[in-house]
């Protein structure tokens, strides 16, 4: 295609995949509850993911999956195959993959240096309003562990205006993030989409505030919280996120591992401290130019990493892992 291949410069990365469609879950929140929504759980053959992979040739890939630990064995069985590429990758996961320490193992063996999970709420009774099949919360910080580890950075993402949310479940989440040092974390106001089951309760009980789907973005209140007005809502929900670009936090989520903070750092600052750079890095086509080495030089220092984990114990806390700071994150 003309101009494909300069577009590709655009991009940290254009080898974005997917192995799997759907998910073991149907949390009330989420488009997969969709009334009238069919999504079979699917699988793609290993050997054609892995192919495709080594393909585009880049160092670094993400898998857009809905949750790739849905089936943890056909998981184990993509790790498998994507081990003897050598490349570096991250996906969506749900928690309950660290049930079993040796697929954790087995991802970061396979190249998996972050994950994108979905705790969305610290609070159990929140989770069980919608339905959500989750570890509970408080089992939350020896499962983040289980992920830092095996040295794989951990995305978290959080829902804030849940019924049992209160005005303190803002200062209550960063304070936990902090303190069990995520590298980032994403945050949402509850969004009821049309054709759910959170849409259908909300909107029996005249709590949706109006049905302007154009504002229906996880960024707005769109209904009546149960126990903070929607501008509470709004308002804490960007504190959020100044409080976790700030200097403050960024300085307490770094790696407990002295060698790891100046590496954490320098990526932190690129990544979040740096909307100058990056504008100027996109507007004269730079981004692969530029970031390329760096995600290069991630994946030359994870296969050192690999090569140790292979060689320890099965289920010993591998040396390395906790000053093993990523690029591809
Ligand atoms: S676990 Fe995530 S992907 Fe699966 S249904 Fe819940 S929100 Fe959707």
């Known amino acids: 295609m003309p101009g494909a291949d300069s577009s590709r410069g655009l991009f940290l990365t254009t080898t974005s995949l997917i192995a799997t469609r759907g998910c073991h879950n149907r949390c009330d929140f989420c488009y997969l509850s969709t009334d009238g929504l069919r999504v079979p759980y699917q699988r793609r053959d290993v050997t054609q993911v892995a192919a495709e992979f080594a393909d585009d040739g880049q160092p670094y ?10 089936d943890r064995e056909y998981l184990r069985s993509l790790c498998r195959g994507l081990r003897p590429l050598e490349k570096i990758w991250s996906a969506a996961v749900s928690l309950d993959v660290t049930d079993d320490h ?3 193992r087995e991802m970061a063996l396979a190249g998996c240096t972050g994950v994108f999970v979905g705790f969305e709420s610290l609070r159990d009774e929140n ?7 989750s570890p509970s ?3 939350y910080t020896r499962r983040v562990q289980v992920f830092h580890d095996y040295g794989i950075q951990v995305n978290g993402s959080f ?4 019924d049992h949310d209160t005005s303190g479940v803002f200062a209550e989440t960063v304070d936990w993030i902090e303190q069990n040092r995520l590298e980032c974390a994403t945050f949402h106001i509850l969004t009821p989409y049309p054709g759910t089951p959170l849409f259908r309760k909300l909107d029996a009980k005249g709590r949706l505030l109006h049905k302007n789907w154009d504002l229906y973005d996880t960024a707005h209140a ?3 919280p149960e126990r903070m007005t929607p501008e509470e809502l709004e308002q804490g929900y960007a504190w959020c996120y100044r409080r976790l670009f700030s200097h403050t936090s960024v ?3 770094r790696p407990a591992d002295v060698r790891a903070v100046l590496p954490y750092l320098a990526m932190s600052y690129l990544y979040k401290k740096s909307n100058f750079l990056w504008h100027a890095l996109i507007r004269y086509r730079l981004t692969a130019t530029v970031w390329r080495p760096l995600v290069e030089w991630t994946r030359r220092r994870h296969l050192g990493f690999r090569r140790q984990l292979a060689t320890a114990a099965t289920f010993a806390r591998p040396a390395g892992a906790a000053d093993f700071v990523s690029a591809g994150v």
């Open 159 to 162: 829902v804030f205006g849940f």
């Open 251 to 253: 300085w307490r989520r």
């Open 61 to 70: 890939g993400v898998f857009t999956d809905n949750n790739l630990g849905s």
């Open 137 to 139: 919360p408080s089992d």
């Open 102 to 104: 040796s697929l954790v």
């Open 127 to 133: 989770l069980r309003s919608v339905h959500k099949r």
């Open 222 to 224: 769109v209904f009546r």
